[in-house]
């Protein structure tokens, strides 16, 4: 939400409500080169929008953990956080129509939004990179070289990792056999989500679901 305008926010049990300044939000949006007066108005499309960010929620939990404490310690944890939360809300969500140029030989910004939104849409279902080449203009080969220059990851390791963070944020909030949760998130079956998640996170998704119940407890 734009807290520059007015807004009834209701105080929901068990919500974190995080506000950033919008010195911080300048400090954050100059590193990314826009010329915007106010990078709020770069985020005017998110504002209002219900968002299902995993990213988000880790960095809401990781501040909720230190909430109780008032030492310099726990201060400068949660203003890193909100840097953080701030570099995450500008890349994904803000609108830098008049940003700097892509990397030399990267998407264009409105490719790239495009190309993950449609990524995104296909978690659950197989994905046909030439569908998604064709909708940004480019070509199978070139789309995949750009996308790589743009964000540092192939196509595929970026839709995994999309796909890894919705198998968490379920494991989080339901209690949804690991079977349920992996065809859910686009994997083939268990033993498949099973096999990505240990390599990308050094633990099988059950231990990983444990840590998260035992710190949910501790908190």
Not at 135 to 143: D, E, Q, R, T
Not at 169 to 198: E, K, N
Request: with cysteine; net charge positive; charged share 25%.
């Amino acid at each position: 939400m734009d807290l520059r305008q007015p807004h009834a926010i209701a105080v929901l049990p068990g919500a974190v409500h995080i506000a950033l300044h919008s010195t911080l939000l300048g400090e954050i949006a100059a590193c990314f080169r826009s010329s915007r007066a106010n990078p709020l108005d770069a985020l005017t499309e998110a504002c209002g929008r219900r968002l299902t960010d995993a990213t988000i929620r880790d960095l809401a939990l990781r501040a909720c953990a230190t909430v109780d404490r008032t030492d310099r310690g726990a201060t400068v944890f949660r203003n890193q956080l909100g840097r953080a939360l701030a570099a995450h809300l500008l890349s994904t969500y803000a609108a830098f129509v008049d940003a700097a140029e892509p990397a030399r030989g990267g998407l264009a910004p409105w490719q790239l939004k495009r190309a993950q939104d449609r990524m995104r849409d296909a978690l659950a279902r197989s994905l046909s990179l030439p569908s998604v080449a064709a909708a940004c203009g480019l070509s199978p080969s070139h789309f995949a070289r750009a996308f790589r220059c743009s964000t540092g990851v192939s196509p595929h390791a970026w839709l995994v990792r999309q796909r890894l963070a919705r198998a968490k944020d379920l494991m989080r909030a339901q209690d949804l056999p690991l079977a349920d949760i992996a065809l859910a998130c686009g994997f083939a079956d268990q033993s498949h989500f099973t096999r990505v998640f240990a390599r990308e996170e050094a633990m099988s998704p059950g231990r990983w679901r444990r840590s998260i119940e035992r710190d949910s407890a501790a908190c």
